[in-house]
T-cell receptor, first 113, second 114 residues
Framework: GAGVSQSPSNKVTEKGKDVELRCDPI?????LYWYRQRLGQGLEFLIY????????KSGLPSDRFSAERTGESVSTLTIQRTQQEDSAVYLC???????????FGPGTRLTVL | AQKVTQAQTEISVVEKEDVTLDCVYE???????LFWYKQPPSGELVFLIR??????QNEISGRYSWNFQKSTSSFNFTITASQVVDSAVYFC???????????FGGGTRLMVKP
């Protein structure tokens, strides 16, 4: 079946603009996760959804970051007033509620000029 | 708090050599899960394996094998007879429950030269 998909694959924006990143999880996966990977580094957890509720937002780096999810489907990560330090690859993953392994999408590479 | 350490930032081997990637973890939970992911140059993270904390049996899958030792909090990954296609960044990760965030190590970049 189809894997996790993310759009856009690349986004270049100017400092101060808002951006929206989209994630389509694997069909039937109730859990959805957002991570950030800065160049040459490991992954940082941002937020996790179980269904459309977000029990863990602990990783969101500032109030400029927000995310929402419609039911057990698409999720959108929004970054307001982007800064250069927001430049990174944003990765989305999904999993079944009762299984711990997460399956990742190809990521969105965000560049803030 | 959880922590995963991959002390080897970069390893270079010649094709057909065996190579072991080290992973050490910290957690206060008695039940947890450990993972290895591969990130090839294309960038997409590929799930390789998951181990449960209550199952210390080692696992072999083709040229890949994993050695889980709770006594030393380690979950090492060995590639036997490495190939150029094994070149990638490998991440070790930990989660405390199904449906929880993954805590990743910093990754080990493996370069396999022909």
């Amino acid at each position: 079946g189809a894997g996790v998909s993310q759009s856009p694959s690349n986004k270049v924006t100017e400092k101060g603009k808002d951006v929206e990143l989209r994630c389509d999880p694997i069909s039937g996966h109730t859990a959805l996760y957002w991570y950030r990977q800065r160049l040459g580094q490991g992954l940082e957890f941002l937020i996790y959804f179980q269904g459309n509720s977000a029990p863990d937002k602990s990783g969101l780096p500032s109030d400029r970051f927000s995310a929402e999810r419609t039911g057990e489907s698409v999720s959108t990560l929004t970054i307001q007033r982007t800064q250069q330090e927001d430049s990174a690859v944003y990765l989305c993953a999904s999993s079944l509620a009762v299984r711990p392994e997460q399956f990742f999408g190809p990521g969105t590479r965000l560049t803030v000029l | 708090a959880q922590k995963v350490t991959q002390a080897q930032t970069e390893i270079s081997v010649v094709e057909k050599e065996d190579v072991t990637l080290d992973c050490v973890y910290e957690t206060r939970d008695t039940t947890y899960y450990l993972f290895w992911y591969k990130q090839p140059p294309s960038g997409e993270l590929v799930f390789l394996i998951r181990r449960n904390s209550f199952d210390e049996q080692n696992e072999i899958s083709g040229r890949y094998s994993w050695n889980f030792q709770k006594s030393t909090s380690s979950f090492n990954f060995t590639i036997t007879a490495s190939q150029v296609v094994d070149s990638a960044v490998y991440f070790c990760a930990l989660s405390e429950n199904a449906g929880n965030m993954l805590t990743f190590g910093g990754g080990t970049r493996l370069m396999v030269k022909p």
